[in-house]
């Protein structure tokens, strides 16, 4: 075989298949100078500044768009050639006034390029005036009389976010850079992620907190504290302020990217309002104490009740918005030294259900799949989620992947924004998914489009679902959910077609009556199609918050002790306790549902609430609230004084994410570090710290001095999820469980060769009906959900711009349900369950189907879970948040009849 | 439209009659024997022929049809596209205008022929969004061409031929003529060139193999399935056989299309237009549409084909004269052909959308008399920088006339710069 090779300035290169000169120069270490080729993006071609010399052709070629190519003799940097880029950096500079750009201290990759090639000043004389800035928008500002035209925002809003809010209005030197039809940043389809901003060359697009210019002393890796993706950041500060946080350019998570609340929404963080001293009650008031005095006062009321009524009597609710480190030393305080189980945190009330289905049929209770399953997906089915909004980074990929050809089905009562990108919608009744699931298996398994190896080697109760799935009528199914049979016949033939397929799905599934059997159901899919422990496919669930995954693998459950361990197994119970010198009870506590009933029912009469509001996010708000005045100890460790700290007898101020050390387990299993990039203000404290000192107030004697002690620990009680988890091994981008020794290297996909459990289990189950599906006088079906500039209650969200963003709860209907009920958009609505009422303001839309309505629980004077209401998951205590019975009245309704 | 007299040539003989538009009369003087014959072939033999009769395209750049055909891909299951180029917005080019209207069935004919050599499906008439009259002229044509199994599934009785033809309107920048930026166009999305490569014959419609041909170019293929290429290479020079349809405007009698052979001397071509206007001096002669270098009376002798045009730093382009007279203001001209392109380039790259500006700009102010020094080399450096750098050959377009006027008429800008005036009386017109 002939060598293949070309010349570049003289050096032997070797081709490599479709390569650019670009590209092969970069590879050998010559540097051609581009300013509309962005690092990670593709070439526009329109600069024409990286042109190179090839021999044998008179026009210079772009090295950013020609492909190398066998023989070619090329020269990157002859006079000719150097002094042709200086003249187009020379015209381009003539499109702006003077004085745009700064030569003589560059601070921008075009400033770098005019400093290269000593332009200081444009040659041309009588140019532009400058143009009006637009700062419409809370966090980016675009300065036109920056912008040259190179179109990287253009592409990095399309290809990496899937945004397309750009567009190039007019021609020539008309041309402009604009948002489509739309007038400002804020008026566009921004979701404000960052992408373009990081790739301008001008600084034409920037984002407000950093135009100030604060040089930054100091930057730290971290891991983002809001949702369940998990991405790295990494956050700039200076005199112990944040000062600009963006994505870590390498991380495997989100390789750069970010959403706009974990780039922008970081102004909670010096909030006036956060707490900064322990404060305890004194009759009405919560007036200030010091540490000692409040863990003191604390430790004592501990011992007492467990002394008068029992250690049942108390119970904790840790945060999913902390760190593994304190959710594990807390449910150790509980059982080790308080004597209960009465431990649960926020997994409870939404993927209880998953993580039980999951476990139930697999093996383990967490995503078989990773987010990297997403670019290798040739079918994506979404269930119950709406990514983009909830898990924006996770859901900007799922959109690349669609664009890039892979089959999209949506399942899901609302039109999500990626419905629009689906090759099969299926807008579901809510609560309903079981029926469709089981359909769904039935033309898979009756059409033969099922993996009949996979279900022989690795599967049990195939036959039965056969016999099941016999008895099922397509119509009758397709009646229940709403959703038309031929609709449901084309996504199962795309699934058998296409599949195996990654299944992704959230709480929509989750927080239902039926949560844990529709989550069941739907592995049935996936093991049909014979999708888990496959590349590119699989379950993935996506988990809420920062910490729900960890939280629920540190143990912080009734039943298990960290890494899911029984407590009634004796053998559990005995080696921890032997690590932890201590005796674990073996009776399971109760769940977060029970614990409040419990509370309400004088039972339980002491609680610790870490992080977590549950008197705004709890379902059946009334009734919350009433629990929580019944308590005689209330304890809430939190950053800001939240409708459930009004109710505490001690709160304690507490750390926030971006202010501790400790580790985050993102919803795919990956452990990663959190690093505290700012000091807490004032004497709040790492919850961890809090719960060490309690502990050891309480008679313990803990010895941790950080959080790296405690994973030692963590690895030591759980040696075969987490035997391999140390700090020193997470680097940057941590680990996935289960990694059982030191040598292992993590793990990507669970149940790649056999299930965790042996053989997976498919289950016959048929729908049941929610009771709030036919409640007489309540016509709609409310369901609840967050969106996109909020997080959760909107403790965090709610005190940054994003409230600019979106600055209220809205109630979406559909509009032949408006005009039927005499709503107009923008008005007010009491909308009332069985359960309570509350006002809103309606927004009429077309993503919700008639008969349903939505609504966000992000502001506490939407009262949402005020309609919320008792029902629950029997197997996995998991709340119904997704349906409600509802009905709503308008100004006119009310009015008595003429 | 008036008909201006058919010369010698064989495209416009028949474009006097009005009946020639449709199929029996086409039918009747000749028509569809080129495409019977094309059909008794081999797809490979009716490239070859092309190939051999040597028809330039007739769109601007001169390439063998033939040799483009021969690029189309032949193992490809994908389907195959045909483009033809009716967008026709360079000033002073009329040709295709004429062809549509009065010739529709020769264009039809010539697509199909091309469609049987290439193997393709699929053919697309792009045509400007201004020309109604062709437009509906070609969708009657094509709405006989399905009413007589002429297009759609085996045409003519040749099972597996099948061919479907769409006539598409415009939307309107000369920057859709460009090929790849018609195709852009054609896709519904911004008319803006792509880079190439990839080129059509791999990237084309629709991310199809794809060959665009201007409508003219077309129009001659029935002729020389029909009548051989030696009768064809009987018409016209060596390089460049056949006839063409010269477009002569400006100052000149009877301006109009004049059908003739390539390489017809220039002055015979200004002469069937009656010659310059009024007994006037001629000035100076763009030879093929606004986008070519400008040539003085000292070229009148030169042969009308690119090879000739060439030799004087100029191209045939699309075969449209425009004559200017001794009263002419070259820095006017140099004002309106700068405008027209400041106003077209589609703004991509860097030189064409800023370096058109600026000359506009430069070329305003020299003819307002506000010129200076700096402005002359300024409209020396700026069209150096533009010509062979950019996506496509606009930058080229934009920047060559400027270059002719400055090198043949250099003191008509100095004269401006010197006495801050225009010399010339305001009364000028091009
Ligand atoms: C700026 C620009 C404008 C063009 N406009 C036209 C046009 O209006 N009509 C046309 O046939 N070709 C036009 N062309 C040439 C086409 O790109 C293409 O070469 C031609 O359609 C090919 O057909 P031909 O080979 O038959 O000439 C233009 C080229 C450029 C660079
Ligand atoms: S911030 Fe993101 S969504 Fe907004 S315009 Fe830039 S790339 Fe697009
Ligand atoms: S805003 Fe920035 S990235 Fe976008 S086109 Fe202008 S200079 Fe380029
Ligand atoms: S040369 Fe001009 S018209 Fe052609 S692609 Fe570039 S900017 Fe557009
Ligand atoms: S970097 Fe290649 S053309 Fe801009």
Known sequence: MIDRNATIDGMQVSIHADETVLEAATRVGVTIPTLCKGRDLSPEGGCRLCLVEVEGTSRPQAACHTKLADGMVIRTATDRIESLRRDIL??????????????????????????????????????????????????????????????????????????????????????????????????????????CVDRCPTAAITDIDRIARVKSDRVTRTTCGYCGVGCQIDVRSRDGRITEIGGAKDAVVNRGHLCAKGRYAHAYQSADDRLTQPLLRNGEHLEPVSWDEA??????????????????????????????????????????????????????????????????????????????????????????ANPTEAHPVVGSRIKQAVLDGAKLIVIDPRRIELAEYATCFLPLRPGTNVALFNAMAKLLIESGQVDVRYLEERVDGWSELEKFVEGLSLEQSAQTCGVAPDRIADAAQILGEVGPALFVHGLGLSELTQGTESVMTLCNLGMLTGSIGKPGAGMLPLRGQNNVQGNADMGAMPNLVTGYQSVQDSGVRERVGSIWNATIPTRPGKTIPEMIDAAAAGEIRGLWIQGEDVAQSDPNETHVRSALNNLELLVVQELFLSETAQYADLVLPAAGALEQDGTFTNGERRIQRVRAAVEPPGQARPDWEVARNVACALGAHWTYSCADDVMTEIAAVAPAIFGGVAFDRLGDDGLQWPCPDRTHPGTRRVHESEFIRGRGQLICVEHIASPEHSVDGFPYLLITGRVLEHYNVGTMTRRTPNRTLRAEDTLEIHVRDAAREGIVDGSRVDIESQWGSTNVVAQVSQRVQPGHVFLSFHFPETHTNRLTGPQRDAKSNCPEYKVTAVRLRTPETQSPPA | MIIVPYVTGYLSEHYADDDFRTLSAYKAKGGFEGLKKALAMEPEEVVEIMKSAGLRGRGGAGFNAGMKWSFMPKDTDRPKVLVCNGDESEPGSFKDRLIMERGPLQILEGILIAAWAVGASKAFIYIRGEYKEPIRCLEAAVKELYGARLCGENVMGKKGFNIDIVVHSGAGAYICGEETGLLESLEGKKGQPRKKPPFPAQFGAFGLPTTVNNIETFAHAPYILDRGVDWFRGFG??????????????????????????????????????????????????????????????????????????????????????????????????????????????????????????????????????????????????????????????????????????????????????????????????
């Open chain 2, 237 to 430: 020079t060596e390089k460049s056989p056949g006839t063409t349809l010269y477009g002569v405007s400006g100052h000149v009698e009877r301006p109009g299309l004049f059908e003739l052979p390539l390489g017809t001397p220039l002055r015979e071509v200004i002469g069937h237009a009656g010659g310059v206007r009024g007994g006037r001096r001629l000035k100076g002669v763009i030879p093929g549409g606004m986008s070519m270098p400008i040539l003085t009376p000292n070229d009148i002798d030169v042969p009308m084909a690119d090879e000739f045009l060439s030799e004087r730093g100029t191209h045939l382009g699309t075969g449209g004269v425009m004559v200017m007279d001794e009263t002419t203001c070259m820095v006017r001209v140099a004002c309106v052909v700068s405008y027209f392109f400041r106003d077209e380039s589609c703004g991509q790259c860097t030189q064409c959308r800023e370096g058109t500006g600026w000359i506009n700009k430069i070329c305003e102010r020299i003819e307002q008399g506000r010129g200076t020094q700096q402005d002359m080399k300024l409209l020396e450096d700026v069209p150096a920088m533009m010509e062979g750098q950019t996506i496509c050959a606009f930058a080229d377009a934009a920047a060559w006339p400027i270059q002719g006027l400055m090198r043949h008429f250099r003191d008509d800008f100095e004269a401006h710069i010197r006495e801050h005036k225009c010399p010339y009386p305001e009364s000028f017109e091009l």
């Open chain 1, 295 to 384: 863990i003191d006062w604390v430790s004592t009321r501990i011992l007492s009740i467990g002394k008068r009524w029992g250690p049942d009597a108390l119970g904790v609710f840790t945060s999913s918005r902390s760190t593994n480190e304190a959710a594990y030393l807390l449910q150790k305080m509980f059982r080790g030294i308080i004597g209960t189980n009465n431990i649960d945190c926020c997994a409870r009330v939404c993927h209880s259900s998953t993580a039980l289905a999951l476990r139930t049929v697999t093996g383990t209770g967490a995503a078989s799949a990773s987010y990297e399953d997403i670019e290798l997906a040739k079918c994506i089915v979404i269930a119950g």
């Open chain 1, 90 to 195: 020379d015209l381009t500079l003539s499109a702006h006034p003077d004085q745009t750009f700064d030569a003589s201290s560059p601070q921008t990759e075009f400033e770098e390029l005019l400093a290269q090639y000593d332009l200081h000043r444009s040659s041309y004389p009588d140019r532009a005036m400058p143009a009006t800035l637009d700062q419409t928008h809370p966090y980016l500002r675009y300065d036109p009389s920056r912008c040259i035209l190179c179109r990287r925002c253009i592409d990095a809003c399309e290809s990496i976010q899937g945004q397309f809010v750009f567009s190039i209005e007019s021609r020539g030197i008309q041309s402009s850079l604009c948002y489509g039809d739309d007038d400002s940043f804020l008026d566009s389809g921004c979701v404000a992620c960052g992408a």
